[in-house]
């Protein structure tokens, strides 16, 4: 079981990235998957997640508007839109997958079994 992040970098204040997580060993449709960042100094948090169940979606305050969780199931891939990127959102960035959990869509940290390898997002000019 492996997630792969891609897509971070550099970007100004503004601008947009999309996150992308390439999943190999299980089929992320059947499962609850989520994006999750943790910045310098802080505690890792939840972004976005989204139930496969019923396609619930959580979005944290601080992005909410700006930032769209998608699966697609045919490329076994979950992504986020980030739009109008901050530099509060600068943070390095994990895809993450609930295997054994109620896949609500919700994102409590424990709930999620399976982590991607991080990619970082800096927003700033």
């Known amino acids: 079981v492996q997630l792969q992040a891609s897509g971070g970098g550099l970007v100004q204040p503004g601008g947009s990235l999309r996150l992308g997580c390439a999943a190999s060993?299980?089929?992320?449709?059947?499962?609850?998957i989520g994006w999750f960042r943790q910045a310098p100094g802080k505690e890792r948090e939840g972004v976005s997640c989204?139930?496969?169940?019923?396609?619930?979606?959580t979005y944290g305050d601080s992005v909410k508007g700006r930032f769209t969780i998608s699966r697609d199931n045919a490329e076994n891939t979950p992504y986020l839109q980030m739009n109008s990127l901050e530099p509060e959102d600068t943070a390095v960035y994990y895809c993450?997958?609930?295997?054994?959990?109620?896949?609500?869509?919700?994102?409590?940290?424990?709930?999620?079994?399976?982590w991607g390898q991080g990619t970082l997002v800096t927003v700033s000019s």
């Open positions: 989204t139930s496969s169940v019923d396609g619930s979606t």
């Open positions: 993450a997958v609930e295997v054994w959990g109620p896949n609500s869509g919700s994102c409590p940290i424990y709930e999620y079994d399976y």
């Open positions: 060993g299980f089929t992320l449709d059947d499962y609850a």
